[in-house]
């Protein structure tokens, strides 16, 4: 699903150069669940922003479903996102002014779905995160907890091949951490395929694979037991 | 261009500015108010011009008047002070040496310029009023509006010299009985009885006469009083888009010609030029109506650039939901489309509202100034004008709009996202 080799980013500050991505290959195959971990400056948020095609890389490859990702321009990189990505953001990034159901449907907007198909399907992810009968409220008076769980619906509702979370249990207590990976762990049953960036110990072993981070090159990348969330919840 | 005619971006666009309602509403409060003050002033501009318009409007607007008064210098052994007499025959050599001139209508009086008013007598009323000798083609210089059954006085009253005159209203309401018909009754006038062969208005703008005035055919006027060729001053209008002022300084010198005055003598003749005046008085009413355009644009101006500046804040406020937008798969294009289709919205919306506020206090004042003594009618504002406004306004709002359009592509979604 995903092909990265000899990937290398750095970024200029004034005159100095920083090396964040100093030569990365890893892979992921569909429907894994992988957490990126490493401690802050490790490269970690930068290489899902280049995953997530917010980002350019500078050197190396990038392969996303068989389509080399590559001499993108906004537009293109735009459709691509919307075709293939979707986004969970550790703070949530709801519009404000549109009920839980019109986020949703944000996505499917731009890939230019009929209004009434646009509902459908925004209720349809919205019952599958439980929050259906939410669906005309704003993210105003929503709990943490339910705008990132609209937020995982509205990152489905594109039907995209890969998820990415960034820190997507950052902003949370543990408790309802414990409920978004429950929810995040289900979609990958369902064959998703799943990338998740935190920091914390716990919410990386609820998923299936485990990437180390540290200090822009992979020092560890191993299959872990996941543990299963719903037992905490 | 597709785009702008789907229902989708519609929704968008009408979702993002209903749910932002202050925002909204300070956005349009600017341009209407702009778009109000052009309506508002370009109308009452046009409503002053028309209402000068109407105050001419019973007289020729290239007219003037020329007397005679008496000579400064001295001429031809002549002495100075000599008094002028204009006579009828210089209606003629006129007519004929200045071509722009249209109707020459050349009228002898008493009442007026110092001397006395003629006591008039009906039965058991009475009063003094001026009397006028005149021609009827006095009626192609100062429209007469005589009242229904009458006439003023025509060709035929001056071949035969008939007794007949037209009275004034304030003659009716001072000699006859409320209700009764003055045509073809008698009155007395100075010693010599007269038929009443119509009544004259008063119109409401500028007029030669007074409503007390009394009309008899200049020939009778001849006869009664022995004037002999004498004529007290000429009533001429030039042809339209002549050069009135030209025209008063021919008619001047022909004049001094005619009844051997030095060229130089000023004084000999006097003259009123009504032409002149009223060109004076239009071009106040134009220059008022250049003003208020311009003055109407620059507010339209403003509002619209407090738009683009609302926007551009609004922009930098909604940095994170365009950023997320565009994660989710807006393209730059779509980005600022949005924005743009925002401001033309925002900027028509706000059009149409001030164009019909605009009207609507128009249309107050319209009904306060009716019954006034005010030259102020039916201020309107060109349809041409409007439609230009409402373009003006649509294209300055698409460029305003691209300011902050262009601005919202610019920030990377990534800086965008991390903005907090």
């Known amino acids: 699903m995903i092909e990265i080799k ?90 404000n002014y549109k009920s839980a159901a019109e986020n949703v449907a944000l996505p499917l907007y731009y890939q230019r779905v009929s209004r009434k198909e646009r509902q459908e399907k925004a209720l349809k992810y919205l019952e599958q995160v439980g929050l259906k009968q939410w669906a005309t409220h704003l993210p105003s008076e929503l709990s943490g907890g339910q705008k990132q769980r609209v937020a995982i619906a509205r990152a489905m509702a594109a039907e995209p091949k890969v998820l990415l979370a960034d820190e997507p249990t950052g902003a949370l207590d543990s408790t309802t951490s414990y409920e978004v990976m429950d929810l995040i762990q289900k979609i990958n049953d369902q064959g998703n395929t799943i990338l998740v960036v935190t920091h914390e110990e716990d919410i990386a072993h609820m998923c299936k694979r485990i990437v180390h981070l540290k200090d822009g090159v992979i020092v560890e990348d191993k299959k872990v037991e996941q543990v299963r969330a719903a037992q905490y919840v | 261009m597709k785009f702008i005619f789907d229902r989708n971006t519609w929704q968008e666009i009408f979702g993002s500015i209903s749910k932002n309602k202050t925002r909204t509403i300070i956005t349009i409060v600017g341009v209407l108010w702009g778009i109000f003050i052009y309506i508002a002033l370009s109308g009452a501009a046009k409503g002053m011009d028309n209402g000068f318009e109407k105050v001419f409007e019973s007289v020729s607007m290239n007219s003037m008047f020329v007397w005679g008064q008496s000579t400064s210098m001295p001429y031809e052994g002549f002495k100075t002070g000599r008094p002028m007499q204009l006579k009828l025959g210089d209606v003629a050599k006129m007519q004929n040496r200045i071509p722009e001139i249209n109707n020459i209508a050349p009228r002898i009086t008493l009442g007026n310029f110092g001397s006395d008013p003629v006591f008039t007598v009906r039965g058991q009323k009475s009063g003094s009023y001026p009397v006028n000798g005149d021609y009827p083609v006095y009626t192609k210089i100062a429209t007469k509006q005589i009242f229904d059954g009458g006439r003023f006085i025509n060709d035929e009253d001056i071949l035969q010299a008939r007794k007949v005159c037209v009275i004034g209203e304030r003659n009716l ?52 009083y022995n004037t ?193």
């Open chain 2, 228 to 420: 002999g060729d004498n004529v007290d001053y000429f009533c001429i209008a030039a042809y339209d888009n002549v050069d009135v002022v030209q025209v008063e300084k021919d008619v001047k010198a022909l004049l001094r010609n005619i009844h051997r005055v030095n060229p130089e003598d000023e004084r000999a003749f006097g003259s009123f030029n009504l032409g002149e005046m009223f060109t004076r008085v239009s071009g106040f009413a134009k220059g008022m109506t250049f003003l208020s355009l311009v003055v109407g644009i620059a507010t339209i101006l403003a509002g619209v650039i407090g738009i683009g500046n609302i926007l551009l804040i609004s922009v930098k406020e909604r940095t994170k939901e365009l950023g997320v937008r565009r994660a989710l798969g807006a393209t730059p294009a779509e980005v600022r489309n949005q924005i743009v289709l925002e401001s033309v919205f925002l900027t028509m919306i706000a059009g149409v509202m001030g164009i019909i506020l605009g009207a609507g206090v128009l249309s107050i004042i319209n009904n306060l100034t009716k019954d006034l003594d005010f030259p102020y009618t039916n201020p309107t504002v060109p349809i041409p004008y409007v439609l230009g406004a409402l373009l003006i306004m649509v294209v300055l709002g698409t460029l305003i709009g691209l300011i902050p359009a262009q601005r919202a592509v610019s920030i990377k979604p990534i800086d965008a996202l991390r903005e907090e």
């Open chain 2, 173 to 224: 309401q001072e000699l006859f009985e409320k209700d009764e018909d003055p045509i073809g009754q008698f009155i007395r006038i100075g010693d010599v009885y007269f038929q009443v062969v119509g009544v004259h208005k008063l119109s409401q703008g500028v007029s030669f006469d007074n409503d007390n005035a009394i009309f008899i055919p200049f020939t009778t006027f001849q006869k009664l």
């Open chain 1, 6 to 95: 000899n990937l290398h980013k750095s970024y200029k500050m004034g005159k100095n150069s920083l090396h964040v991505l100093k030569g990365i290959d890893f892979s992921v195959e569909e429907g894994e669940l992988v957490a990126i971990m490493g401690s802050s400056g490790s490269g970690k948020s930068t290489l899902l922003n280049i995953l997530g095609m917010l980002d350019e890389l500078d050197e190396g490859t990038y392969t996303l479903d068989g389509v080399p990702i590559k001499n993108l321009n906004e537009t293109k990189a735009a459709n691509y996102r919307n075709k293939f990505l979707g986004f969970i953001f550790q703070s949530f990034n709801l519009i």
